[in-house]
C-alpha cells in the first residue's frame, strides 16, 4: 500500500521526486564548496566547458593547450558516457588528463571531480579545464566546485538555442559561439543569437571564435586570465 495516498498500488509522487532531487543537490553542493576551497588554496583556475555533442569542445581545449602551454600548467579532467576518445586526443597534447565515464548519467558532479582532483594532483597555479559530458540540460544543474562555468555552442547548431535551453545559458559565465569558419554556410545570425543570450542571462559575456581557423581566440584567452 502506498504510504502517502493510502491507495492498493506502490508509486512515486511528485513531491517525493523534488524530495530526492533536492537532497541530492544538497549534497552535491556540500561536495563542490570543498572542491572550490580545495582548487582556490592551490590557486587553481577550474573552467567547466558545458555544450552539446559536437560544439567542438575538444578543438578548442587543443588549441588553447597548443597555444597557452608554455604560459601556465594545464590540467584535463574529461567527461564522457563511454570511451577515452577525447581523452586520449587531450593526452597527445602532453597535459595531465583523467577520464571520467559517467556510464548512463548526462553530466559530471561535484563527487566526480573530488575523485578525479585525487588522481590529477594538480600543481597550484594549475589552469584546470574540465570537459563536461555533452548535453545542453543537465550539466546546468550541478555545481563542480568550478571558477567558471562556459557554454560553448557552434554556428552549426540553431540561432535560438540559448532560448530553447534557457537554464545552460542562465548558468554560463561566459558564451563561446565556435566554428566562425562555416558561417558563410549555414543559416546562423550571430547578433540575434548575442541577443538571445542576454535575455535569458544579462551578465554573460559572449564571443566569437574559430577553433579550427584561429579566429578571435586572444579575447578567449583574455578571459582565461582575467
Known sequence: MCATCGCGETHSHPHDVITLEE????RNDEIAWANRSRLESLGVRAVNLMSSPGSGKTTLLERTIGDLGGRR?????????ETALDADRIRR?????????T?????????MLDRALDDLDPA?????FVENVGNLVCPALFDLGESGKVVIISVTEGTDKPLKYPYMFAAADLVVINKLDLLPYVD??????????ASVNPAASVITVSATRGD????????LFS
Do not use: M
Not at 95 to 101: A, E, L, R, S, Y
Not at 188 to 197: G, K, Q
Open 23 to 26: 537532497k541530492v543537490l544538497a
Open 73 to 81: 600548467t594545464i590540467a584535463v579532467v574529461e567527461g564522457d558516457q
Open 93 to 101: 597534447t602532453g597535459v595531465d588528463v583523467v577520464q571520467v565515464n
Open 103 to 111: 556510464g548512463a548519467g548526462c553530466h559530471l558532479d561535484a563527487s
Open 124 to 128: 597550484p597555479k594549475t589552469l584546470l
Open 188 to 197: 546562423f545570425d550571430v547578433d540575434a543569437c548575442r541577443l538571445h543570450v
Open 216 to 223: 578571435n581566440l586572444t579575447e578567449w584567452y583574455g578571459w
